[in-house]
């Protein structure tokens, strides 16, 4: 199975800062890798699908990139309403799928 | 608009069992992959098991394999998850959730969720 690891596990950042987050997979899963966004106490929403791809109706603020094992999220000019908490989630096949940990992006 | 209603949820002691229901409306369900995703308290989200739109193929995390038993009725567009042995760390929100489906092929990304059900397993 194929195990994904994100880090940090937290970020503290300010409003207008620039959040980038990781994700590792622990064998290469080419492009089939996606981010959401969790809100306390809501259930997961999709941003970005196929490593790079944005859903649309998602902010351009957000971005994605990698492919193999290593994987970012970027957050650009941070808003008050993107402090939650992000997943990466690797999509090759309805077989296994994954996801990480989890990072927190905090209000510093 | 598509919607996903979760329920069943409760506490149960270990060793019980559980099952758990989604109703789906709002799209032609007998033509998407349907999956299980649980999140413990404070923990991060764990895939538990995936279904074929024919009910064809099952898959599932090692953690609840010979366990669970995820299931469908197309007729009723539900799905569901029977839960047996449940352990202490089986204790987490339980989401239905699905991909867009085109003509050709689904999605294995989650654009619907429902709310969740919690499970909670103690003595």
């Known amino acids: 199975d194929i195990q994904m690891t994100q880090s940090p596990s937290s970020v503290s950042a300010s409003v207008g800062d620039r959040v980038t987050i990781t994700c590792r997979a622990s064998q290469g899963i080419s492009s089939c890798l996606g981010w959401y966004q969790q809100k306390p106490g809501k259930a997961p929403k999709l941003l970005i699908y196929a490593a790079s791809s944005l859903v649309s109706g998602v902010s351009s603020r957000f971005s994605g990139s990698g492919s193999g094992t290593d994987f970012t999220l970027t957050i650009n000019s941070l808003q008050p309403e993107d402090f939650a908490t992000y997943h990466c989630?690797?999509?090759?096949?309805?077989?296994?799928?994954?996801f990480g940990g989890g990072t927190k992006v905090e209000i510093k | 608009e598509v919607q996903l209603v979760e329920s069943g949820g409760g506490l149960v002691q270990p060793g019980g069992s559980l099952r758990l229901s989604c109703a789906a409306s709002?799209?032609?369900?007998?033509?998407?992959?349907m999956t299980w995703v649980r999140q413990a308290p404070g923990k991060g989200l764990e895939w538990v098991a995936n279904?074929?739109?024919?009910?064809?193929?099952?898959y599932y995390v090692d953690s609840v394999k010979g366990r669970f038993t995820i299931s469908r009725d197309n007729a009723k567009n539900s799905l569901y998850l029977q839960m047996n042995s449940l352990r202490v760390e089986d204790t987490a929100v339980y989401y239905c959730a699905s991909g867009y489906c085109s003509s050709t092929s689904c999605s294995r990304y989650f654009d619907y969720w429902g709310q969740g059900t919690l499970v909670t397993v103690s003595s």
């Open positions: 279904i074929k739109q024919d009910g064809s193929e099952k």
């Open positions: 709002g799209f032609t369900f007998s033509r998407y992959w």
């Open positions: 989630q690797q999509a090759c096949s309805f077989t296994s799928l994954s």
